[in-house]
């Protein structure tokens, strides 16, 4: 067997390991496509030995932590032993999936069973951070700044921090500051990377992005932030290693197959002029400003404070990092969505997706509605502000109805095909419209 699949063996082997053997053996699993495939079958093998009450949970929880799967890890370390190592990976699995509550509780708890205070005190940081209760975190991180002055992971939820307040300038001094007491500090790294990315510092980008690729364990958004960079300056190549990376970890990742078709198409194609008018379609598409889309004032608004001015600057952010920001909550996430959707977007999804047929036949597919002239804004007004009854509300979230604009669109067939949808709703809601001087459609 060869050394390294010796090596990985011996993770389920060993009697006892520490913190650093557990990460120099998540490193080796993702050394190679072939050592990750070799930690896979030792985990799965190990989970049968477990299953049948000969191995140790909180083993295997570590196992699967490793590869990534998260909300396996989890139920395996609620039947583990109780110490440090339990809590704290427990803590970070939890962060991983978004479940901030637990994360924060294990986090306190694994300071309890001996894992280093200050550690666990900035992962906590990340998780209020995370929650929005930017003025807790704010006292919270002042208490350790004498300490904290010479650690990366102070600095980096003093990054965090400023970024949740859109002050980019700052979070980034912070950014770099960290690097340079740790220069491996991925975290830090990411981010930096990730606000030169956006502000069109392309070189200062690249390079973190590189230094992040080195890692065994890359982060997943900079190897596809990066192939995106790579393919626009035709190095498809490096592009395909980036992409290949993702998928041996993550064989079913969406994206990075279909990013990894055109990268693949892009190494032998000729470039004619239909595909350079594709590309100044997908162009012109991403410059449209935000102004444009019928949104409502809060929503509009939120993405001002955002200085997300286009619909390309908008479409580089997924639903985590929109809702990440302070005062944009689901109902204007899905109002978001929505717009999207009806112009066969998605929110993450990469210039090179946008297939300008596609977009075509969207745009032919949502019915002209004609409002009289000076009440264009109207289109734009939530639904929400309409106070209609619950049962009306109800049917109209069921249809993905979010503005005015959306319920225009909408005939009384179809309102009345929805379930628990009778004839007093659609009385009440044709009355609301009629007192703005609107109609359904077809009327």
């Known amino acids: 067997m060869p050394e390294a699949a010796v090596e990985l063996s011996?993770?389920?082997?060993?009697?006892?390991?520490?913190?650093?053997?557990?990460?120099?053996?998540?490193?080796?699993?993702?050394?190679?496509?072939?050592?990750?495939?070799?930690f896979e079958e030792l985990?799965?093998?190990?989970?049968?030995?477990v299953e049948a009450g000969q191995g140790d949970p909180l083993r295997l929880a570590l196992g699967l932590h490793i590869l990534g799967r998260y909300s396996d890890a989890l139920e395996r370390f609620k039947e583990s032993r109780d110490n440090k190592f339990r809590r704290y990976y427990a803590a970070q699995a939890a962060l991983a999936l978004g479940r901030l509550d637990d994360a924060a509780r294990n986090f306190e708890l694994a300071v309890d069973r001996g894992w280093d205070a200050f550690e666990c005190e900035?992962?906590?940081?990340?998780?209020?951070?995370?929650?929005?209760?930017?003025?807790?975190?704010?006292?919270?991180?002042?208490?350790?700044?004498?300490?904290g002055q010479e650690r990366a992971e102070w600095h980096y939820v003093r990054g965090l921090l400023a970024e949740q307040r859109h002050a980019r300038t700052e979070a980034l001094e912070h950014y770099e500051k960290a690097l340079a007491l740790n220069p491996d500090h991925a975290p830090s790294m990411f981010?930096?990377?990730w606000i030169y990315d956006i502000s069109g510092e392309d070189e200062q980008a690249v390079g973190l992005y590189e230094r992040l690729a080195t890692q065994p364990r890359a982060h997943i958004?900079?190897?596809?932030?990066?192939?995106?960079?790579?393919?626009?300056?035709?190095?498809?190549?490096?592009?395909?290693?980036?992409?290949?990376?993702?998928?041996?970890?993550?064989?079913?990742?969406?994206?990075?197959?279909?990013?990894?078709?055109?990268?693949?198409?892009?190494?032998?194609?000729?470039?004619?002029?239909?595909?350079e008018r594709k590309a100044a379609t997908r162009s012109r598409l991403l410059?449209?400003?935000?102004?444009?889309?019928?949104?409502?004032?809060?929503?509009?608004?939120?993405?001002?404070?955002?200085?997300?001015?286009?619909?390309?600057?908008l479409m580089k952010l997924t639903e985590a990092e929109l809702l990440a920001f302070k005062n944009l909550g689901e109902a204007s996430l899905n109002e978001i969505k929505a717009v999207l959707v009806k112009r066969g977007l998605q929110l993450g999804q990469s210039p090179e997706e946008i297939d300008p047929a596609v977009l075509a036949q969207a745009a032919a597919s949502v019915p002209k509605v004609n409002v009289p002239p000076g009440r264009e804004s109207l289109?734009?007004?939530?639904?929400?502000?309409?106070?209609?009854?619950?049962?009306?509300?109800?049917?109209?979230?069921?249809?993905?109805?979010?503005?005015?604009?959306?319920?225009?669109?909408?005939?009384?067939?179809?309102?009345?095909?929805?379930?628990?949808?009778?004839?007093?709703?659609?009385?009440?809601?044709?009355?609301?419209?009629?007192?703005?001087?609107?109609?359904?459609?077809?009327?």
Do not use: W
């Open 10 to 38: 011996s993770f389920y082997d060993a009697p006892e390991i520490d913190v650093a053997e557990i990460e120099s053996f998540a490193d080796q699993a993702y050394a190679t496509a072939r050592a990750r495939e070799r």
């Open 43 to 49: 985990t799965n093998a190990y989970r049968t030995k």
């Open 122 to 147: 900035m992962q906590g940081l990340v998780v209020q951070i995370r929650a929005g209760d930017l003025a807790a975190a704010e006292k919270r991180i002042a208490k350790h700044e004498r300490a």
């Open 191 to 193: 981010r930096a990377a």
């Open 221 to 275: 958004n900079a190897l596809l932030n990066l192939a995106v960079i790579y393919e626009d300056r035709g190095k498809f190549e490096h592009a395909r290693q980036c992409l290949l990376r993702v998928l041996a970890a993550y064989p079913n990742h969406t994206r990075a197959r279909l990013f990894l078709k055109d990268v693949e198409s892009s190494r032998t194609m000729v470039i004619d002029d239909s595909v």
């Open 287 to 313: 410059e449209t400003p935000i102004s444009e889309f019928e949104l409502s004032v809060r929503a509009r608004n939120c993405l001002k404070k955002m200085r997300i001015n286009t619909l390309g600057d």
């Open 379 to 443: 289109l734009a007004k939530p639904v929400s502000e309409l106070e209609l009854s619950v049962r009306a509300r109800r049917c109209l979230q069921r249809l993905n109805v979010v503005t005015v604009g959306d319920l225009l669109r909408k005939t009384e067939s179809d309102l009345l095909a929805t379930r628990n949808f009778g004839q007093t709703s659609l009385s009440e809601i044709k009355g609301r419209l009629a007192e703005m001087g609107l109609h359904l459609l077809g009327k």
